[in-house]
């Protein structure tokens, strides 16, 4: 397949679960697969503390220019590309793929809310929701982060590839 259509969740999920095997392309792991419609929605959070202030935080979080230095669960992966409208109705797409170039998606999605500096949601092309808050905590900002678990991969996978995303943002909201 040239060009490979999965949503975000699948690859924060792959790469949490198993990093090796997926990056070196074995397909011989075992995940649960759930069909839709047999499990209750699950929303899943995430979250951590950025030490700057809010402005900073909401600008690395949403500019495209810096949305391609941190959106990654893993070093094998990047971002080569980011377009975002950051308005009610506007969309959002990442490019994520790995770095060898073995694979890729684009990841997107359209803005339901926006309140600047403090509170976005959005629907993911799945029709799945997430939602993130920024608030002043201190010298830095709270950052939480929910969103509806997809039904191909077990919650906790999910949750450590998101996890894995939000503390790269840190990290690099932090360090420049």
């Keep these: 397949m040239s060009h490979l259509t999965l949503s975000l969740s699948f690859l924060h999920s792959v790469c949490f679960k198993n990093v090796l095997d997926f990056c070196i392309g074995k397909t011989n792991t075992n995940y649960k697969t759930f069909k839709m419609g047999t499990m209750e929605q699950t929303t899943v959070t995430i979250e951590t503390t950025v030490n700057a202030p809010v402005k900073k935080v909401w600008e690395y979080f949403n500019e495209p220019k810096h949305i391609t ?18 308005r009610p109705g506007g969309k959002i797409s990442v490019r994520m793929e790995a770095k060898d170039g ?20 959005y629907t993911l092309g799945d029709g799945r929701k997430v939602k993130i808050s920024f608030s002043s905590e201190g010298n830095g900002t709270r950052l939480v982060e929910s969103f509806d678990a997809e039904t191909e991969n077990p919650v906790e996978m999910q949750r450590g590839g998101w996890q894995a995303i939000l503390d790269n943002f840190k990290k690099y909201t932090e360090s420049n």
């Design 69 to 86: 230095k941190w959106n990654y669960a893993i070093d094998t992966w990047h971002s080569p590309r980011a377009e975002n409208d950051l």
């Design 102 to 121: 073995s694979m890729g998606f684009d990841f997107g999605g359209v803005y339901d809310v926006v309140t600047p500096h403090e509170y976005i949601e």
